[in-house]
């Protein structure tokens, strides 16, 4: 039991001891999910990712049915509890008997949750009763919570904050994300803006891939959907051995289309300008190369030097452009750079809170009351400068994230211009994007933010 879908997922969620520390998910080529079926595997991953998103609603739906605290139980009584839990409120495809019983079967094979099951099986069918219906959303209530962004759940009793006496712990509870982040979201955009993000960043994302050549055409039968950006499919059927080929052959490269928004405008404000028709390009903060690619093939006749502090992901990189036959790129770390290096066109795509992007990267939510935010723009601020001193006269320069906080982004801006003096940078483009994950899915993007600044003196 312990060796399917159900038993990984719980496997990996046993982890879980602190919510700022949310387990580590492995890769779907990782030995650990060798043994399951494609169908199984997808299902692991969906009960995994989704217990992380989803974890506030419901431990908050848990407890109203316990008699005890529910922080009190054994990790592996609390971990079934929410594996069970989230297949009876979220998952459409999965009968109630199936969530119930494999959850009590599971728990046989764990001695701290082996004379647990009667209350597993007790409080699992209680949920089922409290479950009433999934009906049209309407406004925000105590005894309902959103599925998306059309459609809620119905309880039979109110466990949530009344949203009227407390709207940020209502939300922090029906929408899964911790308080502190709701308050701050409020900061930053008003009501009608945080609850559809906070929904959006529970939805499961699609797979969003790029294709460079204006003449690609998708083969039939792979199952991609034109996004409205140009150039952008969405995989809805998911990832399949056909799709992989595809990237693998280089006709595809996974990316959201807001984060190929940075690249595209560093690339238009190159051919905007007059300068050498082969310039010289710094990726400054390259990672693992998708916007490097992306660069690369967006300017053919360029020279592209993509750096980073951490060696692996530049390997990952060449790795990827050989793949690519992509011949225009070099790697170089970090600290090998020097403000002497002087560059047509630096993209710096900085490390950032992730907070446009938390329903891909479901652990970041929980992480994020722990980040050390004065600190990390101290390092955003201070990798936007470093690239500004590598940018020549007359040259371009993009500034990105993929957060959707202002401080992080247009603000820093503002503080970077301001410490320019006797430098002349001027704004050439901005780019903002909130999450959005509709069931239209040509609309579908994650949030993020790329600023094109263009320097004059």
Known sequence: MRTTARGRAVEILLAWRKIAAPPIIPQHDAPLWEKLSP?????????????????????????????????RL????????????????????????AAIDTTVELAKHYPPALRAGGL?????RAAQRLMLEIEDRGDLSADAFP???????????????????????????????????????????????????????????????????????????????????????????????????????????????????????????LHGKSGPSAPVI????????????QLARLVPTGKLIAADIDEGKLEQLMIRAQQLQVTTVETRKSSMLTE?????????????????????????????????????????????????????????????????????NNLLIDAFLASQTGKSWQKADEFKALPTHTDMASMNRDGGYACGLRRIG
């Open 74 to 97: 054994d990790p592996h009584v609390q971990t079934l509890l929410l594996v069970g839990m989230y297949q009876l409120l979220m998952c459409d495809g999965i009968a109630d008997y």
């Open 39 to 71: 169908s199984d595997r997808a299902l692991a991953f969906d009960l995994i990712h989704g217990v992380i998103r989803w974890r506030n609603t419901l431990q908050c739906v848990t407890q109203s049915l316990l008699t005890r605290p529910f922080d």
């Open 340 to 408: 002497k290096m002087k560059f047509d066109a630096v993209l710096v795509d900085v490390p950032c809170s992730n907070t446009g992007v938390l329903a891909r990267r479901v652990q970041a939510r929980w992480r994020w009351p722990s980040l050390d935010v004065p600190a990390m723009q101290k390092t955003q601020l201070a990798l936007l400068t470093q690239a500004a001193e590598m940018a020549a006269p007359g040259g371009v320069m993009v500034y990105s994230t993929c957060s959707i906080d202002p401080a992080e």
């Open 147 to 269: 599925l998306d962004y059309h459609r809620q759940v119905r309880l039979a009793k109110p466990v949530f904050p009344d949203p009227k006496a407390d709207l940020p712990g209502h939300l922090a509870m029906a929408i899964s994300h911790p308080l502190m982040l709701v308050r701050s979201m409020f900061t930053w955009m008003d009501v009608k803006t945080v609850v559809p993000v906070l929904i959006a960043d529970n939805a499961r994302p699609v797979i969003a891939v790029r294709a460079d050549d204006p003449a690609y055409t998708p083969p039939a039968g792979l199952g991609l959907l034109a996004h409205k950006q140009k150039g952008y499919y969405l995989a809805i059927h998911g990832w399949s051995p056909a799709l992989a080929r595809e990237i693998a052959l280089g006709f595809l490269s996974p990316q959201d289309p807001t984060s190929g928004k940075a690249a595209g405008m560093l690339a238009c404000l």
């Open 120 to 124: 597993i099986n007790a409080v699992l």
């Open 282 to 293: 710094l990726d400054l903060c390259a990672g693992m190369g998708t916007k490097a690619m």
